[in-house]
Every structure is written in structure tokens, then in C-alpha cells.
């Protein structure tokens, strides 16, 4: 409107006017308009920093909304982290606490930026409005729960700003995978070992006794990453043919998928063959068929 109002009085200034009186008029107001300007101008360069200060509150209003489910807030991550400095005796554990609490203010510190430039963008050219603090507050949140990672498939395309047409080809070609990397499990070794049931019943196990399976799940990897597929021209191992199958799954999504998309799947979770809940996994389906399996074989 300011601007409009420059605009508007240069042509009669330019063309010159008769009375007097009139002249002076609007010598004032341009004078009048041209100080509004600058103020505005001022008022723009200092609205950021006004709007950081405004938000510094922020981090405190960022509860439980901006985290994923199981997932502690930044503030409970930094809250348990200055709990461990203050327990912590050994010099080096203490100054390695200190860098993660710092580590973690940044993520604060850069999710309260982006906040404020993306509610920015959201302001009329030529306006300065006052930022909404309820609104900052939610985009922050928002971005910090984008930030968090999750196996979670709805959670993780949901983050994105594709279409339903791409989620779903997306969900196509994870599902796609799956299945890929599931026939190779259950193709026999030449002494008839099944890996993708090995894996599946150690998972079982472990959740039905409560005892620990690491030993037992890395003798399986090392396995994997040992054995030959019986079969293959190439003669590769499970493991070799397993990472083959991601790696196409990550080329056939990323033709999918814009590069800003893709960045948001890999903070999420970084394989984007390992996402869970996806309906049609067909490693649902084994871990239904292998647990009903190993119940009837201990009922008591």
C-alpha cells in the first residue's frame, strides 16, 4: 500500500501542478510516505530477530506432539543428557556429553530457523505482519518430528510432498523388494538351511522367552555374507545378492521421488527395503506362519 501510494503521487510531481498549496501537499505526504518506507524496511531487517526472540519459548512447547511414537522429545534427549554429565566423573564421558547436548541444541536451534523462514514465505509480498507464535510452534514441531527417524512406513511417506499416485508406487516397490529378498532367504543352502525362516524364529524366540538373541541373529549374518547361492551364475552370496536387490529398490524409488522426497525417506530410515507396517509385506506373512509354528511345538 505504501509502495502503491509512491507510485501513484510521482506522475503529478513529475508533471508539475499550478497551485501552490497543492505542491506542498504533496511534497508532504511524499516526504511522509518515504520515511513509512524506510521504516518498513527497517522493521523487515529486524523482524527475524525479533521473531527468534519471540520464539524462544519454543523449545519448552515442543511436548510430546513433535516426537514419534516411543521416541523421546528433544527436550527429554536433553534433559536425560545433562542428567548424565552431572553423573559423570570421567572427564572424556563428560566432554563426549557435552558435544551431544550441544549437538542436540543445534537441531533446536536450526528447526526455530527454518520455522520462521518457512512461516515467512507464508507473508504477503510487501507486508510485515506480526508472525503468528502459534503457528511457528506448529511448523517447528512438525519439523522436528520429520526429523526424527521411524521404521514406520505411514509415518515416513507421510512426510513427503508426494502425490498418492507416487506414495503408492512407492509402496509398490518396497513391497516389491520384500518379496525379492524373501524368495532369495528361503532359497535352500546346498545343506538344506532356510535363512529366511532362521531369522524369522530367532525374532520369535526372543519375544516369546525374553532372552537375547544377538549371538544367535549375528551367526545368522555372518552366514548370510558366507554362503554361496546355490544356483547363481554369479556366484554370490545371499548377502551380495540381498544388497543388490537394495540398491535397486533405491534406483527404481529415487526415479520416483524428487531429490528434497527422497532425503526425508533416507532421515526417516536409510532402508528403504526395512520399513514395517507396510499391508502386503510378505515378511508378515512368514513371521505369522512361523509364530503359529512354534506355538504348537510349545504348548504346555
Excluded at 126 to 133: L, Q, R, V, Y
Aim: a negative charge; aromatic letters at 4%.
Amino acid at each position: 500500500m505504501r509502495k502503491a501510494l509512491l507510485v501513484a503521487l510521482l506522475p503529478l510531481t513529475l508533471a508539475g501542478c499550478q497551485d501552490q498549496s497543492e505542491v506542498d501537499n504533496l511534497r508532504s505526504q511524499l516526504a511522509k510516505t518515504k520515511q513509512e518506507l524506510a521504516d518498513a524496511r527497517e522493521e523487515s531487517r529486524s523482524d527475524k530477530s525479533e521473531l527468534q526472540a519471540r520464539i524462544a519459548r519454543l523449545e519448552a512447547r515442543l511436548g510430546k506432539d513433535s516426537a514419534q511414537a516411543g521416541q523421546p522429545t528433544l527436550r527429554e534427549e536433553l534433559d536425560a543428557l545433562r542428567t548424565e554429565v552431572s553423573a559423570a566423573r570421567n572427564p572424556e564421558e563428560k566432554a563426549a556429553l557435552e558435544k551431544r547436548i550441544a549437538a542436540v541444541e543445534g537441531r533446536v536451534e536450526k528447526v526455530k530457523d527454518e520455522a520462521v523462514e518457512e512461516a515467512r514465505k507464508n507473508v504477503p509480498a510487501g507486508s510485515t505482519p506480526a508472525m503468528d507464535e502459534d503457528k511457528i510452534a506448529e511448523l517447528a514441531a512438525k519439523k522436528i518430528a520429520d526429523s526424527q527417524p521411524t521404521k514406520d512406513f505411514s509415518q515416513a511417506i507421510a512426510r513427503l510432498n508426494a502425490s498418492e499416485a507416487e506414495k503408492q508406487a512407492v509402496k509398490d516397490e518396497i513391497i516389491k523388494s520384500k518379496k525379492e529378498m524373501l524368495e532369495l532367504l528361503e532359497v535352500p543352502t546346498t545343506d538344506g538351511r532356510r535363512f529366511g525362516e532362521e531369522i524369522i524364529d530367532i525374532f520369535i524366540k526372543g519375544a516369546a522367552t525374553g532372552e537375547k538373541q544377538d549371538g544367535a541373529f549375528m551367526n545368522v549374518l555372518a552366514d548370510l555374507n558366507n554362503t554361496k547361492v546355490p544356483g547363481d551364475s554369479q556366484g554370490r552370496t545371499y548377502f551380495q545378492m540381498i544388497e543388490d536387490i537394495k540398491k535397486r529398490n533405491r534406483e527404481n524409488v529415487g526415479r520416483i521421488l524428487k531429490p528434497e522426497d527422497q532425503a526425508k525417506l533416507d532421515a526417516a530410515h536409510k532402508d528403504w527395503t526395512d520399513f514395517d507396517g507396510i499391508e502386503g509385506d510378505p515378511f508378515t506373512d512368514l513371521y505369522m506362519q512361523r509364530l503359529k509354528k512354534y506355538q504348537e511345538e510349545n504348548k504346555k
